[in-house]
């Protein structure tokens, strides 16, 4: 004789399983709609009221209101920003993490958990190159990463510069950093050195040109690389400004959060030997790595540090940290700014491992292999030209002759024909199109059927 609400009603779980089973087995996922089909305020209006309604209702209203208005990001037409393509598996696990009760927080509630996300987060520091011992734990997103990451360089470079004010020491980072980098300081409020970069790759030269020019330079505490810019997909020289921070012990922190899935390319994993410098360094798992939102690792050369600088601290807390067991200390919570936190990192470990590593390395390749194609098809194309070369799974076109409205209006009817979600970006002041590959079933054809569609 619990309370109703805790009842489980076993027809609509078979209803609920039945709808999640139709998505799943969904081939190719459908694009749907987005913001093209407008939800009128009348459709919502009164739904939350005192007395319940029936959940089939509900669900059916998701299904047939909401759910059209999204724009799957799971579908291999999704080319839009950096696009995200978990595995069955992994989703199929997500529903397991979702009712099992599980805190992601502490060892002491759930030292299965972490054991698994430790084992995932150990592997991806293994395949960066990273030292044994790196660690940290899995948060919401590169931009949470970014801002963890960045909270403990500043305190560590406040600590080793104790001549400068606090307020004074500066982060050298590149003018195609990630926005959540440049969020990241504002929140810490610690300013910049914005290096000027040869065709958008930050190299170890243009920093110290930049340093050599800035009569403030000793009051830079560390240097922020992009492994894989987000609009371009470009690698910074990770290898000479992990190699420059190491000889004047500057904090080194790498955001891979889209690109450095690209470790497990067998064509482009060179570009990345040089994480193995970081001090800290985030991939994010839901972009190139196949997992559902929201996950991205983080991860510390010296996760000791990171813990003094974030953990917590609160009476009611402290039976978490007073273990006896040597990874009995070893809270997810301390590792980033966060506490309460689900399990976001199993669905990506249930995949590695049922999957195998070897699956990560060919589904990573085919997206860069279908950007190289599509620069050859746009090649081959009288209307289009390539704005630079293909980047990782990026690639940036012109079509000649287009405004921006023109871009706008293009995006949009390809979206409304199902055929694919594209978006214009700008690149050095020009809007121009983008397509980033992430998902392995993105075919050819798809690319074919956009550059006819450019046509106009
Ligand atoms: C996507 C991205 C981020 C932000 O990650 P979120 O998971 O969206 O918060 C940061 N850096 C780079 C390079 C990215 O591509």
Redesign the pocket.
Known sequence: MGHEMFDFDAEFGDVVFDYCRERLSLDPVPLDYGGLIEIPPEKMAGLIRPEGRSPEAVLDFFRTTLAPSVVSIDSPGFLAF?PNAPTKNSLLFDMVVACSGLNGTSWLESSGVVIAENQALTFLADVAGMPSGSGGAFVS????G?LSALTVARDVGRVKRPEFNPREVRFAVSEDA?S?VGKALHVLDVESLVVATDDHRFTRAALEAALEADPQRDNVIGVVA?A???NAGIVDDLEGLGGFARENDLWFHV?G??GAAALFSFTHRDLFEGIRHADSFIV?P??WLFAPLDC?ALIYRNPTVARKVLAQQASYLDVLHEGTDEHYDWNPSDFAIHLSRRARGLPFWFSLVSNGTAAYETAVQCAIDLAQRTEELIDECDYLEMVRPSSLSIVLFRRKGWSPERYLQWSHELLASQVAFVTPTKWEGETVGRMAFLHPNSTEEMVRAIIESLRG
């Open positions: 950096i997103g590169g931009s949470i970014n990630h959540s992009t894989g810019t987000t955001d959060a889209y994010d839901h972009k991205c």
